[in-house]
Nanobody
């Protein structure tokens, strides 16, 4: 059974940094998609970073490009999201997601991912 557990969230001031981690069990990073999404109160869940684990191609929306970096540690089965230059609008619950089956969709589509973590809260104050 696949389990994803996020950690690393917290409260920071604008301009600060956080590094989120997602520990995966029951699943190995091999030729598949993993991503980070976020959801602020009253808003849709949106993709903020994705990686195709075979080859390491990464994808970001313009809103975080240049500030967020997704990476993987295959030996530790852990996904990371380094977030620099945080802004108050980055405040949200952040979720780790993995595609372990044959789901399809764009890199930032929730439909592509069939496993989700419980989330970790990120709060950025001005």
């Amino acid at each position: 059974q696949v389990k994803l557990v996020e950690s690393g969230g917290g409260s920071v001031q604008a301009g600060g940094s956080l590094r989120l981690s997602c520990a995966a069990s029951g699943y190995t990073f091999s030729s598949n998609w993993m991503g980070w999404f976020r959801q602020a109160p009253g808003k849709e869940r949106e993709g903020v970073a994705s990686i195709y684990t075979r080859g390491g191609s990464t994808y970001y929306p313009d809103s975080v490009k240049g500030r967020f970096t997704i990476s993987q540690d295959n030996a530790e089965n852990t996904l990371y999201l380094q977030m620099n230059g945080l802004k108050p609008e980055d405040t949200a619950m952040y979720y780790c997601a993995a595609r372990t089956g044959r789901t399809t969709g764009a890199w930032d589509s929730k439909d592509l991912y069939d496993n989700w973590g419980q989330g970790t809260q990120v709060t950025v104050s001005s």
